[in-house]
């Protein structure tokens, strides 16, 4: 097995090699399917829009060659989430999701590479869909960014008033960069 995203082409072992298995099962299910556009956010109208908001932590037990194994904490419930890579274009990628106990994400994050993502998400509809709005704290404070999911790539979606650029496949602006390359560093 080779990984796909290195120039080298070096064999995958080990911990890698377990997570490329576990990808390329799940990818077969298309129902895990995550289609996504994200947007920079330009003012904080969204909060009194919202109807709800929730604190998350996440942290990555592991973060390569664009596979991505995290631990989430949000408010008082916990997830393990496996996602695959990116293509071109990053607007879809596979995601599988499991509801872990408390106990457990709290005992997983312990484990996780450095750089833990810490931001509250702020949910609300608009004109049909649901738009969740992060806002990032610790090292990447200072960036909010809104995500939409969609049921297809082609779907059409209203954008409202507070959205700014869409950075859709912009893998700088993908949690698991950012708590390698915090916001905060950037020039």
Not at 96 to 101: L, M, N, R, V
Request: proline share 4%; with cysteine; hydrophobic share 35%.
């Amino acid at each position: 097995m080779y990984s796909d995203n290195d120039a080298t082409a070096r064999p995958l072992k080990g911990e890698n090699l377990v997570i490329w298995i576990i990808i390329t099962i799940f990818a077969t299910m298309n129902e895990n399917i995550e289609i996504e556009r994200k947007f920079l956010v330009l003012n904080d109208s969204y909060k009194e829009k919202a109807y709800n908001h929730s604190h998350i932590q996440q942290g990555y037990l592991c973060s390569n060659s664009g596979r991505t194994v995290r631990v989430r904490i949000r408010d008082n419930s916990a997830y393990l989430t496996i996602k695959g890579p990116t293509p071109e274009g990053g607007l879809n990628c596979y995601e599988f999701e499991k509801e872990i106990t408390f106990e457990e994400g709290a005992q997983l994050i312990r484990l996780c590479e450095p750089g833990i993502i810490d931001k509250v998400r702020w949910c609300l509809k608009y004109k049909g869909h649901i738009f969740e709005v992060d806002e990032f704290f610790g090292d990447n404070e200072g960036l909010v960014m809104a995500e939409v999911e969609l049921s297809s790539e082609n779907e059409p979606v209203e954008l409202p008033d507070f959205i700014g650029k869409e950075v859709t496949g912009d893998n700088r602006f993908f949690n698991s960069h950012l708590r390698k390359h915090p916001y905060r560093e950037w020039e």
